[in-house]
């Protein structure tokens, strides 16, 4: 075990919503953080290669305008995040917790403690599942490089950068409902393959 994150064989990977529809920039606007799909790649090949838990969650939006719509090729996962998984949830709200089958008693059946969230978008889906995660007594620890997130504009009409909104959610999710990490540190405390 890795002493400073606790990351144990147990320890369950949850990829959250990474579609194809998110490609589509018309529909969500510019980007931040163009790294975050290799470091998401990179977290399920060292999950996958020490067979420890993966969970992906795929959006399934009610609206049919949505590129995240069951019925438009966008409601696809990417290939990077393709490959084998212990669980696959199926959500049309923001956390991964209100999705079918139930990911917490999944996790609570499996014995699994900590969760490791990455995925799009960092504000939405990702912080939402951390934060219900934590309110269920998880212990999550959130991937922020390995997620990212769209410039939004605000009530008052001023837009808030994808970088901004990237370091709101660390902001408002460490110490409180997670521990923010970095692709890197959770790398290097992944179980070596004994």
Do not use: Y
Request: proline share 5%; aromatic share 4%; with cysteine.
């Amino acid at each position: 075990m890795n002493e400073s994150l606790g990351i144990t064989p147990t320890t369950a990977l949850i990829v959250v919503d990474v579609q194809q529809g998110f490609r589509d920039a018309e529909h969500w606007g510019r980007r931040g953080n163009p790294d975050s799909e290799q470091n998401i790649h990179r977290l399920l090949q060292a999950w996958r290669d020490v067979k420890m838990p993966v969970v992906l969650v795929s959006h399934s939006s009610t609206d049919p305008d949505s590129p995240l719509h069951p019925s438009d090729q966008g409601h696809q996962l990417e290939e990077i995040v393709e490959g084998p998984a212990d669980l696959h949830v199926v959500k049309s709200v923001n956390s991964s917790f209100h999705g079918t089958p139930d990911l917490d008693a999944w996790l609570r059946a499996a014995g699994i403690e900590t969760i490791v969230v990455c995925g799009i978008s960092t504000n939405h889906c990702c912080e939402t599942t951390a934060r219900v995660g934590g309110n269920l007594g998880h212990r999550v620890l959130f991937a922020l490089d390995a997620t990212h997130s769209f410039d939004r504009t605000g009530p008052d009409g001023r837009v808030l950068t994808a970088e901004q909104l990237m370091q709101a959610t660390a902001t408002n999710l460490h110490g409180e409902f997670a521990t923010v990490v970095s692709t890197e540190e959770l790398l290097r405390a992944v179980p070596r393959r004994g």
